[in-house]
């Protein structure tokens, strides 16, 4: 079925985004003041609305909800506002007396209490004064999107359907769009073009289905994982090392993630996840939360704010919770071959294949992952058609709402679809049914590579047994499907130059975390001389990246090695080599716009410094660092810094 005549972004493409300039957010509670504040952040008017203070004699007493709400974002941390100064842009106000200010606005969002009558309560009331043209969405995190305007008139329900941001909305990428079979289509497209390009969201449309697509097998995963902990006996500290950065999934890990987001949201989603599922058949609904996640409810053990929860402080020491004897004892640092193994393994695909085909018998790690993963991969095939249209959708929500490298389609792939499953049936585990169609078809991956496409690429679809298009927003093609269609020009190991087309190249750094080493710099030097054919054939240069993080810099690790040899001349050479190079980058014939983003640290500054533009992404972390390990910034940062000193002076 296509929910709401949406199939994926590929029917929203073609459509002119509609002008939105004033947002309204129903509920100035943790979620919706960061909604507002990230509206605010992109240059939009919000009007964000509360209950009244009783106690209030005037306006503004009665306001001191909102009032306290639009204050805590000034001083959240991580911070919620781009600028202090953008909470001007919110406009504050009660249910009581406010409401007529939504007649202003061109969207307004719901984001009160996860309560139905609460919900239902205040969109009747809000909606005697919304604008005829408005839209109108919930937050909700997982109740079920058609039945909250269930009463509400028909022309209401055409402008209603779902949008879950998730927590932090400025950080967090993903936008889940729940369309009711009686949403406007256009309307939605408008939500979900507007979202994508000004607020710079991932964008994915949802069924109207338990907890949707992220929360509904994130919950899962989360709690099958402390399943799995208890039945071989694994410590908190064990199950973070082997569920962070060894799988491409944040470093957090599973439980010092569960202490940020806060264990009574998590019992609350949780809990919603086995009422919902239950209800409708889930094969895995008799996952829930142990007793000793009760206990710890119950004792206020709730994570970064209230101090403790699955890790606490106590003077300069880390402790970590005992599940087994509800107690806290000093954080360990584990060591599992099988992680070891796989630490020098850059490639994510690969070092995931690396762990999963570990030795059970010999290696936790491995005895670990197995059930994990397999167990991930089967509930998440058997939520096809359920939770979202396709894997597409699925992989993209699980890598946007919870920062995984790869969605889990594309970790199956990377370990081999045949040889799994065939692992699978040898001890007796269930297979979905969606996997046996697959393979029943004489396919061995959800996905294929194809050249033709901008994406790069097709995937599974059950419903029809074929591979179709993986569609990509109006426009938008990636480094990655460019280069697949013969669009690099030159590379090494670490860089690579690729036309991007319209007579532009793009400079990709590839290296680990992008540091900047002798590879990266010749070659962005021989580029950018202006008697290379690269400034003969292109017009203009970009230089940027698809990778986590721009570049964290030189590769200091070099020079060290170099000083403590005392190989003086070397190290001179590097300084100069650098140097050269930010050079070329300002004094190219050509024009050479950086697009930095994320980490653009000490070299990576430098380099963005010297283009003739910058286009920056908004979170942008940079700086000359070097000084923080007793370096003196030598790439021409300095001089740089120093002419834009002298130019503001003289103006």
């Not at 019992?267 to 996640?293: C, K, S």
């Not at 093609?477 to 036309?499: E, M, P, R, W």
């Not at 003739?612 to 908004?618: F, N, P, S, T």
Request: net charge negative.
């Amino acid at each position: 079925m296509i929910v709401g005549g949406i199939r994926s972004m590929a029917d929203i493409a073609a459509r002119p985004p509609r002008v939105l300039r004033r947002i309204g957010v129903l509920g100035a509670g943790a979620m919706g003041s960061r909604i507002a504040a990230h509206f605010a952040n992109a240059g939009l008017q919000v009007v964000l609305l509360d209950m009244a203070d009783a106690a209030g004699s005037n306006h503004a007493e009665r306001n001191r909800i909102t009032a306290a709400a639009v204050e805590a974002l000034k001083k959240s941390k991580p911070p919620a506002l781009y600028l202090p100064a953008f909470a001007e842009r919110i406009t504050i106000g009660n249910f009581d007396d406010d409401l007529p200010l939504l007649a202003e606005c061109d969207w307004v969002i719901e984001a009160v209490a996860e309560d139905l009558a609460i919900k239902r309560s205040l969109i009747a009331r809000a909606a005697a004064y919304r604008r005829a043209d408005a839209i109108f969405t919930t937050n909700t995190s997982g109740l079920p999107v058609a039945s909250i305007a269930a009463e509400m008139p028909e022309e209401f329900r055409r402008h209603w359907f779902g949008t879950h941001f998730f927590n932090p909305p400025r950080y967090m990428r993903l936008l889940e769009i729940i369309p009711t079979p009686e949403s406007n289509l256009q309307w939605v497209s408008d939500i979900a073009q507007f979202a994508a390009v000004r607020l710079g969201k991932c964008v994915v449309m949802a069924h109207d289905s338990p907890n949707f697509i992220a929360n509904r097998i994130g919950t899962f995963n989360l709690m099958n994982i402390v399943r799995i902990m208890m039945l071989q006996g694994l410590t908190v500290e064990e199950v973070d090392a082997l569920t962070g950065q060894a799988l491409g999934w944040p470093k957090t890990g599973t439980f010092r993630l569960c202490d940020l987001v806060g264990l009574d949201v998590l019992a609350h989603v949780a809990d919603n996840f086995a009422q919902q599922t239950q209800r409708i058949g889930d094969e895995r609904g008799d996952v829930t939360l142990p007793d000793f996640f009760r206990t710890m409810l119950q004792n206020r053990w709730l994570g970064d704010k209230t101090g403790q929860g699955f890790y606490r402080k106590e003077k300069a020491q880390l402790l970590a919770f005992d599940w087994k004897t509800l107690e806290y004892h000093a954080a360990a640092k584990p060591n599992f071959a099988a992680t070891e193994l796989a630490k020098p393994i850059n490639e994510t695909a690969e070092r995931i294949k690396t762990l999963l085909w570990g030795d059970a018998r010999k290696d936790k790690a491995a005895a670990f992952y197995w059930p994990m993963l397999a167990e991930l991969w089967n509930y998440s095939a058997n939520r096809i058609g359920e939770v979202a249209e396709d894997i597409v959708a699925i992989d993209r929500a699980m890598a946007a709402g919870f920062n995984w490298e790869l969605g889990p389609f594309e970790m199956w792939d990377a370990c081999g679809v045949q040889e799994t499953v065939a692992r699978m049936r040898a001890e007796g585990q269930p297979v979905a049914a969606n996997v046996e169609k697959l393979l029943a078809g004489g396919h061995t991956r959800w996905y294929i590579e194809d050249a033709s496409l901008a994406s790069g690429r097709r995937y599974y679809d059950p419903a029809s047994n074929s591979y179709l298009p993986v569609e990509t927003a109006a426009g938008e093609t990636s480094l990655a499907a460019i280069k697949k269609s013969n669009g690099v020009v030159k590379k090494n190991s670490s860089v690579s130059l690729v036309d991007i087309g319209d007579g532009v190249a793009c400079i990709e750094f590839r290296s680990k975390m992008n540091s900047l080493g002798g590879d990266i710099v010749n070659f962005v030097t021989q580029t950018l001389r202006a008697d290379s054919d690269a400034v003969k054939n292109f017009e203009a240069f970009v230089i940027t990246n698809e990778g986590v993080n721009f570049s964290v810099g030189a590769n200091l690790m070099q020079l060290l090695l170099a000083m403590q040899d005392g190989e003086w001349d070397e190290v001179t050479q590097a300084i100069r080599s650098f140097q050269g190079m930010t050079q070329a980058i300002k004094f190219c014939p050509r024009p050479v716009v950086v697009a930095p983003f994320g980490m653009a640290l000490g070299g990576g500054t430098e380099v963005a410094i010297h283009g003739a533009a910058r286009q920056a992404h908004a979170e942008l972390y940079s700086g000359l660092v070097e000084c923080s390990v007793g370096v003196i910034p030598g790439g021409g940062g300095c001089k740089e810094k120093t002419l834009r000193i002298v130019d503001e002076a003289s103006q």
